[in-house]
Nanobody, 115 residues
Framework: QVQLVESGGGLVQPGGSLRLSCAAS????????MGWYRQAPGGQRELVTT???????TYADSVKGRFTISRDNAKNAVYLQMNSLKPEDTAVYYC?????????WGVGTQVTVSP
């Protein structure tokens, strides 16, 4: 099992940047797939980005060119660099990890983009 804890959320103005962190309770070296979802108020949870153990990434069209996912196996962490933020990026952001065919979730961190 693995526990995930997100951090780095907050209030930012449009055009600003935030860096989210997802800290795992154990080594992520063997975890093949990790990533981030988000859920806006009244909306469904949507996939934002994924990263494999080999470093391959995918992004939702809405964040391509603005968001960058990375992972640091030595620190047991995954990061989400978010640039050029827009009000529509406002959501709770959840980190996940696929461990033995089960998806583990963090508790989420709130990101609010507002003037």
């Amino acid at each position: 099992q693995v526990q995930l804890v997100e951090s780095g959320g907050g209030l930012v103005q449009p055009g600003g940047s935030l860096r989210l962190s997802c800290a795992a309770s154990r080594s992520i070296f063997s975890i093949s797939n990790m990533g981030w979802y988000r859920q806006a108020p009244g909306g469904q949870r949507e996939l934002v980005t994924t990263i494999t153990s080999g470093g391959s990434t995918t992004y939702a069209d809405s964040v391509k060119g603005r968001f960058t996912i990375s992972r640091d196996n030595a620190k047991n962490a995954v990061y989400l660099q978010m640039n050029s933020l827009k009000p529509e990026d406002t959501a709770v952001y959840y980190c996940y990890a696929d461990v033995r065919s089960l998806r583990r979730w963090g508790v989420g961190t709130q990101v609010t983009v507002s003037p």
